[in-house]
């Protein structure tokens, strides 16, 4: 099942930000002071209700049909993997370059394409600061449930991967927002004001975002150097528990450089076949490998995969 994962030079394509590709800035030339004149009258979406619309009720249905009918099959599965999914260092590589080296969208005349698209590695060189913001309708119990498990993953995450992350209540630069349906619609100015510049195609990604998608991450390389700035996660609210947090495990760690889905990857998150909810011991492999000090940003596939094979010897042993 699709969850609609946007991530990295998906966007920095439509970002105009510090070090990317953008309008030159022009040194403003003096002007002698004008009259003041009344401003124009500013046109802007209006606040979601207080409470939870007949939209949002109909997908909690919805998302809670989803949900029973997956693990009904045997999916969302939260055992992070067993001996019915084997994986040796080669395979761990593979999947690392597919994961690492590849984003899931491209873009074509002007519009997001999911197809897999070579890229260099991205990553984290500082540490995150991440913001939660919820929907104002969001319930209480959501809410907590919710804030506690995005702590303990982070905390878990940089074990994982050395890399610092705390949690913060303003001026973060890992945003993630759980938001029901009118929420997400009326973000658009939340989203301008968090990326000055962001192109209005990042926008629509989140705002008009499908039924069908479940939740989004982007993240931006404010440098231009492959070294992520900046991370954006939406996630429905309306999803029942064990959804909504599969959301957050996988858009968190797409956020932090594992951008792409790959259909051989397993066990994983990173596999549309939704097989598995949370973040598995492979994928905690993939995240090492990342953030492993002998790979660096900007390296292309060729030049990471001689350095996956040595670390995935070492993390598995056996053949490199």
């Known amino acids: 099942m699709f969850k609609g994962r946007i991530t990295a030079a998906a966007l920095i394509a439509f970002a105009v930000l510090a070090g990317c590709e953008g309008p030159t800035a022009v040194e403003p030339v003096p002007r002698p002071p004008e009259r003041p004149t009344r401003p124009a009258p500013r046109t802007e979406t209006p606040p979601p209700p207080s409470v939870e619309s007949a939209d949002s009720q109909a997908l909690q249905a919805y998302y809670r049909r989803v949900q029973d009918g997956l693990v009904a099959q045997g999916l969302l599965r939260t055992d992070g993997g067993g001996p019915d999914t084997p994986f040796g260092p080669r395979q761990l590589v593979e999947n690392f370059v597919r994961v690492a080296l590849f984003e899931e969208y491209s873009t ?88 000055p510049g962001l192109d209005e195609l990042a926008v629509r990604a989140v705002t008009q975002l499908p039924k069908n998608s479940y939740c989004l991450v982007f993240a931006l390389d404010g440098g231009n150097n492959s070294a992520y700035t900046h991370a954006v996660a939406v996630i429905r609210a309306e999803h029942p528990d064990l959804l909504r947090l599969s959301c957050i495990h996988e858009e968190i760690a797409q956020g932090m450089g594992l951008a792409n889905d790959s259909p051989s990857a397993r066990p994983s998150i990173f596999n549309d076949d939704e097989e598995f909810a949370l973040l598995t011991t492979h994928d905690e492999m993939l995240l090492k490998m990342l953030y492993d000090k002998r790979m660096r940003v900007g390296m292309t596939a060729d030049e990471a995969r001689p350095v996956a094979q040595t670390i995935a010897a070492e993390l598995l042993g056996g053949e490199s």
């Open 108 to 195: 074509v005349g002007g519009s997001l394409v999911a197809r897999p698209t070579a890229t260099r590695l991205h990553r984290w060189e500082r540490p995150i600061t991440m913001q939660l913001e919820f929907g104002e309708t969001v319930s209480p119990r959501i809410k907590t449930r919710d804030r506690n498990a995005l702590i303990s993953y982070a905390n878990r995450l940089s074990r994982l991967t050395g890399l610092p992350i705390r949690q913060v209540s303003q001026g973060g630069n890992f945003n993630v927002f759980i938001v029901n349906e009118d929420e997400r619609r009326a973000l658009g100015p939340r989203l301008r004001q968090l990326v």
